[in-house]
């Protein structure tokens, strides 16, 4: 079946450094890729997506490429604030488009970000 | 758009009793979605409603589990005979499909511990 796996946390940063959480994955045909953020308190709310192989979602400074040859969808900011301290995670929806809301996410991965 | 609403947010209660949980979604969205969340774990998938049929239901909702969606408003999710590998979050979501892709919005879930 399908599955995803992030690299291992926590991550702990400081304000302005450079962030990668490696996200890669296991599916069958063009599934849609998805990173999910949960603030501390607060529901997950959706971070960003891509849909088809090579597209690259970006919000709020964070990106993150669909790369069907690694099958990788990596997510990076190039300068983390504390505000961005929250669980991250990566999640992909089987090929097909009508199932977009039944996901498939990883463990995530905590960032710490400290001043 | 007040959000999805759960309740309770926290549920304790013994092995062997049964408990609800409530999720309002997002009034004009037409999908419901539950999911799971255990401790250092991402979220795992459990069923979905488009309006108020059940359209999928994972193998990891046992015969103890049985969620109800009626007139396609509000959902909710029944555990009988609790055991103590219940005890997780679980999450509501919901969504608004009208052909293209539509965010799922997550609740703040409800925790259930089971003694």
């Known amino acids: 079946g399908d599955s995803v796996t992030q690299m291992e946390g926590p991550v702990t940063l400081s304000e302005e450094a450079f962030l990668t959480i490696n996200c890669t994955y296991t599916a069958t045909g063009y599934p849609s890729l998805f990173w999910y953020v949960q603030y501390p308190g607060e529901g997950l709310q959706l971070l960003l997506k891509a849909t088809k192989a090579d597209d690259k979602g970006s919000n709020k400074g964070f990106e993150a490429t669909y790369r069907k040859e690694t099958t990788s969808f990596h997510l990076e900011k190039g300068s983390v604030q504390v505000s961005d301290s929250a669980v991250y995670f990566c999640a992909l929806t089987p090929d097909g488009g009508t199932s977009y809301g039944k996901l498939t996410f990883g463990q995530g991965t905590i960032l710490t970000v400290h001043p | 758009d007040t959000g999805v609403s759960q309740d309770p947010r926290h549920k304790i209660t013994k092995r062997g009793q049964n408990v609800t949980f409530r999720c309002d979604p997002i009034?004009?969205?037409?999908?419901l979605y539950w999911y799971r969340q255990t401790l250092g774990q991402g979220p795992e998938f459990l069923t979905y409603?488009?309006?108020?049929?059940?359209?999928?239901k994972s193998r990891l909702l046992s015969d103890r589990f049985s969620a109800e969606r009626p007139k396609g408003s509000f959902s909710t999710l029944e555990i009988q005979r609790t055991e103590q590998g219940d005890s997780a979050m679980y999450l509501c979501?919901?969504?608004?499909?009208?052909?293209?892709?539509?965010?799922?919005?997550f609740g703040n879930g409800t925790r259930l511990t089971v003694t």
């Open positions: 979501a919901s969504s608004q499909v009208t052909g293209g892709y539509s965010p799922l919005h």
């Open positions: 009034s004009e969205h037409n999908r």
């Open positions: 409603f488009q309006n108020e049929a059940q359209l999928e």
